[in-house]
């Protein structure tokens, strides 16, 4: 994958709404046209989690969960107050603005636009967005504001790890005050498939190979072999997904427009909330700025991966988690801006 020398971020992901845009026009032209693909791999799941979508999936996370060091925790007590910026922000604060937010657009701002029945499904896709921060496109955005890797690493892995106990009570809660009924089981199950299973594999691939074959090759020559994998998988998920939402798509087009604005709001409200947190309590900029950015970003392919096994791939919900991806890059690289451009905010950078 090409590197844009300027920003330091691939080519892939600078054009990543162009590419969800396109595999959307994709995958409703084959829903339409060829709707026998879309319905001969809707008859392979089990317990209504969709096996092809699960590998394409796996194909995304396990290559992420790789990246990860989490021998770095040993440092969580060096200058703590960045990681309790993160943890306050993504976990006590961010579900529960984007549930309020998206529970004002989408039923008082959009009444007249949304019927009530789709607006829950939106809200349920918010809901599984808000619960779901960061986890590999941070390192990009930490890269772009001149973040301490080191102190991300830390930053994103402790994340990785709240995920497991908190996501599923925190997403339950939420649907569950929306009127929504879930299937704890399949919940509990999404979360083992797409979180534990590649958590664990990439662990243990990060582990196997750099005993092996040494850190320099696992950071030069492995990591980079999965990016046109990572790559593919989400590419080829997208495109299943719109040949499920066809029909949605097509009835109602401006609805894209309409969850892209409350999901925007709040991704500019969380990342002001942590990045001006960290600015009070004096932290220095390479550490505010991946804050602000990991709860800002979302872990979009949990939040894919459990909308479809929760309610299908052919639901509104998992539409609504599918516009997060599309507002992502745009969004975040006018972030990127913003917090290059307010280092004076902050003291010089100390060691973790």
């Avoid at 896709?125 to 921060?133: H, V």
């Avoid at 994998?229 to 997904?241: A, F, H, M, Y």
């Amino acid at each position: 994958m090409s590197e844009n020398r300027n920003s330091g971020i691939s080519f892939f992901d600078t054009y990543l709404t162009v590419w969800v845009a396109l595999c959307m026009v994709v995958g409703v032209l084959i829903g339409q046209f060829l709707p026998g693909v879309p319905a001969l791999l809707g008859r392979f799941e089990y317990a209504n989690v969709s096996i092809p979508i699960a590998v394409l999936i796996w194909l995304m996370i396990w290559p992420m969960m790789m990246k990860v060091d989490f021998a770095s925790i040993k440092n969580v007590g060096k200058n703590p107050k960045g990681l309790y910026v993160t943890w306050a922000t993504n976990w006590l604060i961010k579900p529960f603005t984007m549930y309020a937010i998206a529970a004002l657009f989408f039923f008082v701002v959009f009444q007249a636009l949304i019927p009530r029945e789709l607006a829950r499904d939106y809200l349920a896709g918010a809901i599984l967005l808000g619960a779901a921060p960061c986890t590999a496109m941070v390192f990009v955005w930490s890269h772009l504001t001149k973040g301490n890797p080191a102190y991300t690493v830390v930053q994103v892995a402790t994340n990785d790890l709240i995920i497991l106990p908190a996501f599923v009570p925190i997403v339950a809660l939420l649907l569950g005050v929306s009127g929504i009924t879930i299937p704890w089981d399949t919940l509990f199950l999404s979360v083992g498939l797409f979180v534990v299973v590649p958590l664990v594999g990439g662990m243990l691939t990060r582990f196997h190979v750099i005993k092996t074959k040494g850190l320099e090759y696992f950071n030069t020559s492995f990591i980079p072999k999965f990016s046109n994998v990572t790559i593919s998988g989400l590419l080829l998920t997208l495109v299943l997904i719109f040949s499920f939402q066809g029909e949605i798509i097509l009835k109602n087009p401006l609805h894209i427009l309409l969850i892209a604005l409350p999901l925007t709001l709040q991704t500019y409200l969380i990342f002001f909330i942590a990045y001006l947190a960290a600015k009070k309590l004096k932290l220095s900029h390479d550490i505010a700025a991946p804050a602000g950015m990991i709860g800002a970003s979302n872990f979009f392919e949990l939040s894919v991966a459990v909308a479809i096994s929760l309610f299908g791939a052919s639901s509104p919900v998992v539409l609504a988690t599918i516009v997060g991806v599309l507002v992502e890059v745009p969004v975040m690289l006018s972030l990127v801006k913003i917090a290059n451009r307010t280092t004076r905010w902050f003291p010089a950078a100390r060691s973790m």
